[in-house]
Structures are given as C-alpha cells and as structure tokens.
C-alpha cells in the first residue's frame, strides 16, 4: 500500500469526523475496504487502542484476527529520514500487547467506543461491519483464539532514505513484539 501515489497530504494524520480525503487515516481505510474484513473500525481518538482495527473470523479454524494500524503524520512536508516520525509509532505498536493479552477487552472497549458516539449523535465509528458483528465477535472470543498484527502507517518515511538510527529503532520494536507475543510488524511508508 503506496499512500504517496493515493493523493495523501502526510502531515494530515485523522480523517475526523467529517472524513478528510486527503488524511492518511482515510486513504488507509479506502484501502482496507478492497479486502474482506467483517469489522473495519476507525478508534482514532484519545483512548483508542489504535487508529485503525480491523476484525475477520475464521470459523473452521476458530481463529478471530485482528489488526491495528497505527497511523502518524510527518513532521516534514516530503518523505525523508526523521527519527521523531518513528518515536511515537513504535511506542504505540510495543503498548498493542496489552489488547492481546486480553482480547475480550478489546471488543468491550470498541462497543463501548461505538456506543458512546451514538449517544453523543455523531457519526459511526464502524467503516465495515456494525456493532451486532462486532457482539457476536466477543461472545466468539471466549472459545476462538485471537491473533494480532501491528501495522505502523508512516508516510512521512521514505524506505529508501532510512537511516541507521531508524532501522534500529524498528529492529528493537519488531524484536520486542515478534521475540516475546509473536506479533508481526510490518512498516507502511514512502517508496
């Protein structure tokens, strides 16, 4: 997923309310709709266990596999080699574990999300899906097993002006969450 080729401003990171097209937030979402996700679900606020999740059942294998896709604008207009673009997507993607650890927790937390949104009568938080799957989900999540993956969306890095101090900063995070919970981490940037 090529963000840069899809009209995205980089130093625009939430997509709000009104869902900004050019956000990185809402390029990541238009992307993730081309696949067959039961859930798609944008958290993007203080509180949120990651900007983006999304949720497909396997039933035959009673597996529940979720994503989190942390997303973080650029301090720079162009894709370069700035650390401080990683420091706070690595600190976010090492703090997911906590949700794999209690899976159930995280399904509460994305009704409870969801449920507060529509009492204050604002729009949706759920892209794909509604939040009767995203129940039966839950009451799922006592019998299947839940497998994560953390995807760090960073437009603001170009791939092949990575530094040494960048590429280290990554290795620590993927060693850390692949080594100890068996977590992938997969980086989104810039070409």
């Known amino acids: ?3 840069e080729s899809l009209g995205v401003d980089i130093e625009k990171e939430s997509q709000h309310l009104e869902k900004r097209v050019d956000s990185i937030q809402f390029s990541v979402i238009q992307e993730l709709k081309k696949n067959d996700f039961d859930v798609i679900f944008d958290d993007d606020s203080s509180g949120e266990a990651a900007d983006i999740i999304t949720i497909k059942v396997d039933d035959e294998r009673k597996i529940i596999s979720v994503e989190f896709y942390h997303c973080k604008f650029s301090k720079g ?17 090492q703090k997911s574990i906590r949700w794999l650890i ?5 399904f509460l937390h994305l009704l409870r999300r969801e449920e507060k ?20 989900i839950f009451e799922k999540s006592d019998v299947y097993r839940t497998e994560l993956k953390i995807f760090m969306v960073q437009p603001g890095l170009s791939k ?32």
């Open 160 to 191: 092949e002006k990575a530094s040494q101090e960048q590429l280290e900063l990554l290795a620590v995070t993927e060693n850390y969450l692949k080594e100890t919970y068996l977590i992938p981490l997969t980086l989104i940037g810039s070409e």
């Open 102 to 106: 209690n899976s159930r927790e995280l």
């Open 117 to 136: 949104r529509r009492l204050e009568r604002k729009a949706t938080r759920i892209e794909t899906g509604d939040g009767d799957r995203i129940d039966e």
């Open 1 to 3: 997923m090529g963000l």
């Open 77 to 93: 207009d162009k894709p370069g080699a700035r650390i401080d673009d990683l420091y706070e997507l690595c600190g976010q993607s």
